[in-house]
């Protein structure tokens, strides 16, 4: 490729961000990336969800001749990616088998034109002879293979077809290429050049580490309950949770409609249309909660997903971080919240056993193990993460899961250990940490009572304590070395040199036992910014991409809406100066936004000045008006006795309300009121704000149709059906 090596030094790329893509600056590694592209080197990028990958090839297309071949594994996000970017301004198609004949001819008309900058394809596509032959005859200026780990056998998503992508390198050898991942360990990343015969390319590495995201391990207990209890508290947002089996899924999708939670299920059993439809849903909020297999998710361009659940236990670290990583790549505070059971070991086993090689069977159980580690372990969970791909973190601490936020007691395990190791001993033979934790607890099963195990004096020493308690207390004495592990696909628990010095009351033992469940609460994102104007905003993006038939996030996400919330931008040069507005964009919706920021100032008293930063939401904020509410002082005495407005003081009763707080709506809004709301509701859906104020008429607030939305969102109202 001829690019000009100064092209950064020049600005030109900094131009072509703020225009296509409406930012200023580079997120970590972009502009080495791209420096590396324009050079016409070849590149391996490893960048965490939400850093930018896209990016890394999208911009150096808009500044080098010729067009941008993007091998994708997957549809759906071709047809994403290919809409964001037109949203952009930037001459984008996809090639894959969705599209009729015609519509065929006609992108590959446009390519042969000239007419494109950018084009995804399927690797089945790019590597057939036709379409090689095709491509030959065109200038091509780059080639970018997304979801390269798909490459590698040593990769959890490992595609044989991703092989045959070494055939680009010798078709095109003066054509730099460009490898892009998520996730990959060091012996994936080898494997990744070696199988797409990269030219000494220049390897970049991002951090593993998104401070967003808040993980929690919580001990399965009465899953479904669990997974309710959650949902109760975070209506309105976005989520995926995954699950096992088919059967599983469906089941969990089917009870949680019968709940009141609106839940679509995926999975490979379903035909591709019904698949496709229900991602289509998904993007564009139409449906908030997906429950579904790993079938779900690779390449989802979905910024806002609020939480990841998983309902059973993945089979690596790996494709915990790869599924995890789905949230938040907005930035915004997500959580990943794991249901663990030693049970699910048992599933994640059957996979492994059905395998090809040994060899393979042996790295898959070497891998579940580090995953059993990560869910048992009293160590910050981000940190064992990032080792698992070879990074530390520095300091050792997140902050954010629930090890650190929570840290575990510890107590003297002396009695415990030598308990165990006893138990160990009395049973002849080595056994598992699940048939010893039943011997412990005197369990009356048939496996117990034929091997004799009833007799032993271990048998029922420790009733006082569950199975999980002692099957953790057994992986916490295996991690510190008090008991060994031996055997591969059955592992066994054995007793070493240690064991006998803690027998023998020579060496005192230190364990581990969380204080209890973690509080699942999110903080309030983006603070500083003014709530209501923000989701007078978020119903006029809701409208327009209902309009233009694409997901709201394509028009602005929500970080660029909560920027407008609080800078409030007047005109259109304000308008540009907000990150994630180019000129494209202004072009095509600025006047609309501006438009409502307008009309926000006349409606929403709260939005005629920019709002004091971080105020207005702030947990002691919201106390304040919660204490004073209790006294008996109506929203409008609040408001003045606080000197806000009563919108500003509404948004907090709505926080409050959403938060689980005893509130009387009968206080806050009349009866009657109530049901025509209600009416409302049924008849135009809960989510556009404006579109049910518009309904209902001058004579209902904003505030009163919040209270109503939310009191019902907590507890599950159902609005009667109306013809």
């Given at each position: 490729m001829e690019g000009p090596p100064d092209a950064l030094e020049r600005s030109d790329a900094y131009r072509v961000l703020k225009r296509y893509f409406g930012y200023t600056s580079f997120l970590p590694h972009q502009e080495g990336i791209i420096r590396a592209v324009l050079e016409g080197r070849d590149v391996l990028a490893v960048v965490a969800t939400g850093g930018g990958k896209s990016l890394c090839y999208q911009l150096p297309a808009l500044l080098a001749d010729g067009i941008t071949i993007v091998v994708s594994p997957l549809i759906a996000l071709m047809k994403d990616q290919v809409d964001a970017l037109r949203e952009c301004g930037i001459a984008a198609a996809h090639l894959n088998s969705t599209l009729s004949y015609d519509e065929r001819v006609r992108v590959e008309g446009e390519l042969c034109r000239g007419a494109l900058t950018i084009l995804y394809v399927s690797p089945e596509r790019v590597v057939q002879p036709g379409f090689r032959r095709l491509l030959q005859g065109l200038t091509i200026s780059l080639v970018a293979?997304?979801?390269?780990?798909?490459?590698?056998?040593?990769?959890?998503?490992?595609?044989?077809?991703?092989?045959?992508?070494?055939?680009?390198?010798?078709?095109?050898?003066?054509?730099?290429?460009?490898?892009?991942?998520?996730?990959?360990?060091?012996?994936?990343?080898?494997?990744?050049?070696?199988?797409?015969?990269?030219?000494?390319?220049?390897?970049?590495?991002?951090?593993?580490?998104?401070?967003?995201?808040?993980?929690?391990?919580?001990?399965?207990?009465?899953?479904?309950?669990?997974?309710?209890?959650?949902?109760?508290?975070?209506?309105?947002?976005?989520?995926?949770?995954?699950?096992?089996?088919?059967?599983?899924?469906?089941?969990?999708?089917?009870?949680?409609?019968?709940?009141?939670?609106?839940?679509?299920?995926?999975?490979?059993?379903?035909?591709?249309?019904?698949?496709?439809?229900?991602?289509?849903?998904?993007?564009?909020?139409?449906?908030?909660?997906?429950?579904?297999?790993?079938?779900?998710?690779?390449?989802?361009?979905?910024?806002?997903?609020?939480?990841?659940?998983?309902?059973?236990?993945?089979?690596?670290?790996?494709?915990?971080?790869?599924?995890?990583?789905?949230?938040?790549?907005?930035?915004?505070?997500?959580?990943?919240?794991?249901?663990?059971?030693?049970?699910?070991?048992?599933?994640?086993?059957?996979?492994?056993?059905?395998?090809?090689?040994?060899?393979?069977k042996r790295a898959a159980r070497r891998k579940l193990e580090q995953l059993i580690e990560f869910c048992e372990s009293g160590s910050c969970r981000v940190r064992m993460m990032l080792r698992y791909f070879g990074e530390e973190l520095n300091p050792p601490s997140c902050g954010t899961c629930d090890n650190c936020l929570e840290p575990r007691r510890t107590f003297d395990g002396t009695e415990i250990a030598q308990t165990v190791i006893a138990c160990v001993a009395q049973l002849g033979a080595p056994f598992g940490a699940g048939y010893i934790a039943d011997v412990l607890r005197g369990a009356k099963s048939g496996k117990v009572k034929a091997r004799g195990h009833t007799a032993v004096p271990a048998y029922g020493s420790g009733k006082g304590r569950t199975r999980e308690q002692w099957t953790a207390y057994i992986g916490e004495l295996v991690r510190k070395g008090y008991l060994s592990v031996e055997g591969d696909r059955y592992p066994v628990i054995v007793p070493n040199e240690r064991s006998r010095e803690v027998a023998e009351g020579r060496a005192e033992v230190v364990l581990s036992e969380r204080r209890g469940a973690a509080a699942v609460r999110r903080a309030s994102a983006g603070k500083g910014y003014d709530p209501a104007l923000f989701?007078?905003?978020?119903?006029?993006?809701?409208?327009?991409?209902?309009?233009?038939?694409?997901?709201?996030?394509?028009?602005?996400?929500?970080?660029?809406?909560?920027?407008?919330?609080?800078?409030?931008?007047?005109?259109?040069?304000?308008?540009?100066?907000?990150?994630?507005?180019?000129?494209?964009?202004?072009?095509?919706?600025?006047?609309?936004?501006?438009?409502?920021?307008?009309?926000?100032?006349?409606?929403?008293?709260?939005?005629?000045?920019?709002?004091?930063?971080?105020?207005?939401?702030?947990?002691?904020?919201?106390?304040?008006?919660l204490a004073l509410y209790r006294r008996g002082y109506t929203v409008r005495e609040i408001a003045a006795a606080r000197e806000m407005a009563e919108e500003t003081v509404g948004a907090q009763i709505e926080a409050i309300i959403l938060d689980g707080e005893e509130i009387s709506l009968d206080d806050l809004v009349m009866h009657a009121r109530q049901e025509a709301i209600r009416d409302a509701i049924a008849r135009c859906g809960h989510e556009n704000l404006r579109l049910l104020k518009s309904h209902l008429g001058d004579r209902y607030s904003y505030n009163e149709i919040r209270f109503v939305r939310a009191w019902d969102a907590v507890r599950g109202h159902q609005p009667a059906e109306r013809a």
């Amino acid at each position: 490729m001829e690019g000009p090596p100064d092209a950064l030094e020049r600005s030109d790329a900094y131009r072509v961000l703020k225009r296509y893509f409406g930012y200023t600056s580079f997120l970590p590694h972009q502009e080495g990336i791209i420096r590396a592209v324009l050079e016409g080197r070849d590149v391996l990028a490893v960048v965490a969800t939400g850093g930018g990958k896209s990016l890394c090839y999208q911009l150096p297309a808009l500044l080098a001749d010729g067009i941008t071949i993007v091998v994708s594994p997957l549809i759906a996000l071709m047809k994403d990616q290919v809409d964001a970017l037109r949203e952009c301004g930037i001459a984008a198609a996809h090639l894959n088998s969705t599209l009729s004949y015609d519509e065929r001819v006609r992108v590959e008309g446009e390519l042969c034109r000239g007419a494109l900058t950018i084009l995804y394809v399927s690797p089945e596509r790019v590597v057939q002879p036709g379409f090689r032959r095709l491509l030959q005859g065109l200038t091509i200026s780059l080639v970018a293979i997304d979801e390269a780990h798909c490459i590698s056998q040593w990769g959890h998503e490992f595609r044989p077809e991703y092989r045959q992508l070494a055939l680009l390198k010798r078709t095109f050898p003066a054509t730099p290429v460009i490898a892009l991942t998520a996730t990959a360990t060091p012996v994936v990343r080898q494997d990744i050049r070696e199988q797409l015969h990269l030219d000494r390319p220049e390897v970049f590495v991002g951090s593993f580490l998104r401070r967003n995201l808040h993980y929690r391990v919580i001990p399965k207990s009465n899953a479904y309950a669990q997974i309710v209890g959650y949902l109760s508290g975070h209506r309105g947002d976005s989520g995926i949770i995954y699950c096992t089996s088919k059967k599983t899924v469906e089941d969990l999708a089917q009870k949680l409609n019968r709940d009141g939670f609106l839940a679509l299920p995926y999975h490979a059993g379903l035909d591709g249309r019904m698949r496709s439809r229900t991602q289509e849903k998904f993007i564009h909020d139409a449906v908030r909660i997906i429950v579904a297999t790993v079938a779900f998710g690779m390449g989802i361009d979905k910024p806002d997903i609020r939480f990841v659940i998983h309902y059973d236990l993945p089979q690596t670290l790996e494709q915990y971080y790869q599924e995890t990583g789905r949230a938040g790549r907005d930035g915004e505070t997500s959580d990943c919240i794991l249901l663990y059971s030693r049970g699910d070991r048992a599933k994640v086993q059957y996979f492994i056993d059905n395998k090809g090689s040994e060899a393979e069977k042996r790295a898959a159980r070497r891998k579940l193990e580090q995953l059993i580690e990560f869910c048992e372990s009293g160590s910050c969970r981000v940190r064992m993460m990032l080792r698992y791909f070879g990074e530390e973190l520095n300091p050792p601490s997140c902050g954010t899961c629930d090890n650190c936020l929570e840290p575990r007691r510890t107590f003297d395990g002396t009695e415990i250990a030598q308990t165990v190791i006893a138990c160990v001993a009395q049973l002849g033979a080595p056994f598992g940490a699940g048939y010893i934790a039943d011997v412990l607890r005197g369990a009356k099963s048939g496996k117990v009572k034929a091997r004799g195990h009833t007799a032993v004096p271990a048998y029922g020493s420790g009733k006082g304590r569950t199975r999980e308690q002692w099957t953790a207390y057994i992986g916490e004495l295996v991690r510190k070395g008090y008991l060994s592990v031996e055997g591969d696909r059955y592992p066994v628990i054995v007793p070493n040199e240690r064991s006998r010095e803690v027998a023998e009351g020579r060496a005192e033992v230190v364990l581990s036992e969380r204080r209890g469940a973690a509080a699942v609460r999110r903080a309030s994102a983006g603070k500083g910014y003014d709530p209501a104007l923000f989701a007078f905003l978020k119903d006029l993006r809701t409208d327009l991409s209902r309009e233009e038939r694409v997901a709201p996030f394509m028009i602005f996400s929500d970080a660029t809406l909560r920027e407008m919330a609080a800078v409030m931008p007047r005109t259109r040069d304000d308008l540009l100066a907000i990150r994630g507005v180019g000129a494209h964009k202004l072009r095509k919706y600025g006047d609309a936004f501006l438009q409502a920021i307008r009309d926000a100032c006349e409606t929403l008293p709260e939005t005629a000045a920019p709002p004091q930063a971080g105020t207005a939401l702030s947990p002691a904020s919201i106390a304040e008006t919660l204490a004073l509410y209790r006294r008996g002082y109506t929203v409008r005495e609040i408001a003045a006795a606080r000197e806000m407005a009563e919108e500003t003081v509404g948004a907090q009763i709505e926080a409050i309300i959403l938060d689980g707080e005893e509130i009387s709506l009968d206080d806050l809004v009349m009866h009657a009121r109530q049901e025509a709301i209600r009416d409302a509701i049924a008849r135009c859906g809960h989510e556009n704000l404006r579109l049910l104020k518009s309904h209902l008429g001058d004579r209902y607030s904003y505030n009163e149709i919040r209270f109503v939305r939310a009191w019902d969102a907590v507890r599950g109202h159902q609005p009667a059906e109306r013809a």
